[in-house]
């Protein structure tokens, strides 16, 4: 069984700060990485996706995988209360049936407050 | 650029009907997965369609099937609804990139209740 393991929170922390969500994952032939946002009754998006071990960057957003360690997480800079939302950590494996198929975390709630 | 949409966005429904939800992929997409999410919950893997053939099955049961048309357009079916199936069901598109998948793409999702 494929798991992704987040802590559900609440993060909180004060606008302007770095805001650092984590995920861990257990298959370690998984491939992709992906973070997503999912504010309240609404569908996750795609905020950033990484492939290789290191730093991807990307505005106000930093990606970093250790896969020696399984672990992958997301840093948001001078963050916003329009931040606030529910990041979803998922992680890709390629099946046997030769598919693509990303399993997600539970997801961390983030609030940023003024 | 139309991304993913889905239809409809609301449905209640008794215990033991049958639904059909419908989702059209993001233009350029081949691939289409459902996934359910529960209130409080990460979304669920149901099924993955690629070429109108069922590539991959999550951990549910056959009451859930799907179907894959010629443009690429899906649809969830759900028989014999419980009270559990109350959730929200998204469709995410992506496009086969050789042996990998672009990253997924949600719709809106479709809010099932189940009374």
């Known amino acids: 069984q494929k798991e992704v393991e987040q802590n559900s929170g609440p993060l909180s922390v004060p606008e302007g700060a770095i805001a650092s969500l984590n995920c861990t994952y257990s298959?370690?032939?998984?491939?992709?990485f992906f973070w997503y946002r999912q504010y309240s009754g609404k569908s996750p998006e795609l905020i950033m996706f990484?492939?290789?071990?290191g730093d991807k960057e990307d505005g106000r957003f930093t990606a970093q995988l250790n896969k020696a360690s399984q672990y992958v997480s997301l840093l948001i800079r001078d963050s916003q209360p329009s931040d606030s939302a529910t990041y979803l950590c998922?992680?890709?494996?390629?099946?046997?049936?030769?598919?693509?198929?990303?399993?997600f975390g539970r997801g961390t709630s983030l609030i940023v407050h003024p | 650029d139309a991304g993913v949409t889905q239809s409809p966005t609301h449905l209640i429904k008794t215990r033991g009907q049958q639904v059909t939800l419908r989702c059209s992929p993001k233009?350029?997409?081949?691939?289409v997965s459902w996934y359910q999410q529960a209130l409080g919950q990460g979304p669920q893997f149901i099924f993955q369609y690629y070429e109108e053939e069922e590539r991959q099955r999550g951990n549910f049961p056959d009451r859930f099937s799907g179907h894959q048309f010629p443009n690429y357009s899906s649809e969830l079916n759900v028989n014999a609804l419980l009270l559990g199936d109350s959730a929200l069901y998204l469709c995410?598109?992506?496009?086969?990139?050789?042996?990998?998948?672009?990253?997924?793409?949600f719709g809106n999702g479709t809010r099932l209740t189940v009374t």
């Open positions: 995410a598109s992506s496009h086969k990139q050789g042996i990998e998948n672009s990253p997924l793409h």
């Open positions: 990484i492939y290789s071990n």
């Open positions: 998922a992680v890709g494996v390629f099946s046997s049936g030769g598919s693509y198929i990303p399993t």
């Open positions: 298959d370690r032939g998984s491939q992709s």
């Open positions: 233009s350029g997409h081949d691939t």
